[in-house]
């Protein structure tokens, strides 16, 4: 049974680069057909694709959040991760990372990491 468990810093000032980390155990990262999604939701709002890093290592991403997102993987360590740069209080979020199986199939998800960006 795959797991996912989010980390990173909790605390964020605006203007700076958010990095979390998503670790992943009970299965690879690099099997076929598989996507290793991030996703947030702010307090108060619905849930919103970031982006999104592919079995073959491609990356797909929200258009909104494109300019300041970027997606990558570690297969030594069965990880992937995200930057969000040039964040602002309304990057306040609990952030999750979670697998697609496929049309948007989120089969898995991690516990989920709040961060808040504060001066």
């Known amino acids: 049974q795959v797991q996912l468990q989010e980390s990173g810093p909790g605390l964020v000032k605006p203007s700076q680069t958010l990095s979390l980390t998503c670790t992943v155990s009970?299965?690879?990262?690099?099997?076929?057909?598989?996507?290793w999604s991030w996703i947030r939701q702010p307090p108060g709002k619905g849930l919103e694709w970031m982006g999104a890093?592919?079995?073959?290592?491609?990356?797909y991403y929200s258009p909104s959040l494109k300019s300041r997102t970027s997606i990558s993987r570690d297969t030594s360590k069965n990880q992937f991760t995200l930057q969000l740069s040039s964040v602002t209080p309304e990057d306040t979020a609990v952030y999750y990372c979670?697998?697609?199986?496929?049309?948007?199939?989120?089969?898995?998800w991690g516990q989920g990491t709040q961060v808040t960006v504060s001066s």
């Open positions: 979670a697998r697609d199986a496929g049309a948007a199939a989120l089969d898995a």
């Open positions: 009970g299965g690879s990262i690099t099997t076929i057909y598989y996507y």
């Open positions: 890093i592919a079995y073959s290592g491609s990356t």
